[in-house]
């Protein structure tokens, strides 16, 4: 059961289930923003692994496990039409940011994705907040946008 906010009992939805029966040690809440909220990127470990530190074999099985997951919890995004999913990636040129899409929406429907691709930054997209120019390719309910973003220096 999950509380409203005026205080109500609701039931989890599919995708809340989804979500929140993650395995253990992968932190998943952390990272979500909600409405009104402040993002402060300084105050984000770049370093961060979510609990997930394996290697070889296990890593395999893991990710593949993970993108089966992943691909759940999309379908389960688009059916419902209630929340909204935007993933930035931001690294300089060759930072690996097309093999990070690759790798972890492996098994995701490619036609309930969009991806944004953004060069380094102009004077005048310098002169704005790191969301600025992003702006305009925020998904829709249901929707997942992964915006990569080549820099050549940190906001």
């Not at 609701?10 to 929140?20: G, H």
């Not at 923003?33 to 961060?48: A, Q, R, S, T």
């Not at 310098?126 to 997942?144: Q, S």
Request: one cysteine or more; a negative charge.
């Amino acid at each position: 059961m999950l509380r409203g906010a005026c205080g109500e009992k609701q039931q989890r939805t599919r995708l809340e289930t989804l979500i929140f029966d993650l395995p253990s040690g992968v932190h998943t809440g952390r990272h979500k923003i909600e409405p009104g909220e402040e993002v402060h990127l300084d105050k984000v470990d770049p370093n961060d692994t979510s609990g997930f530190e394996r290697k070889g074999d296990d890593e395999r099985e893991e990710s593949k496990r993970l993108n089966e997951k992943l691909r759940e919890l999309q379908e389960m995004l688009y059916a419902e039409h209630k929340t909204k999913v935007l993933v930035i990636l931001q690294a300089v040129d060759t930072g690996g940011k097309d093999g990070i899409i690759h790798r972890v929406f492996d098994g995701v429907n490619p036609q309930g994705v969009q991806v944004a691709h953004f060069g380094v930054p102009t004077l005048d997209e310098l002169d704005h907040d790191f969301l600025w120019r992003h702006h305009k390719r925020v998904p829709g309910r249901g929707e997942l946008v992964i915006s990569t973003e080549a820099t050549t220096k940190a906001y």
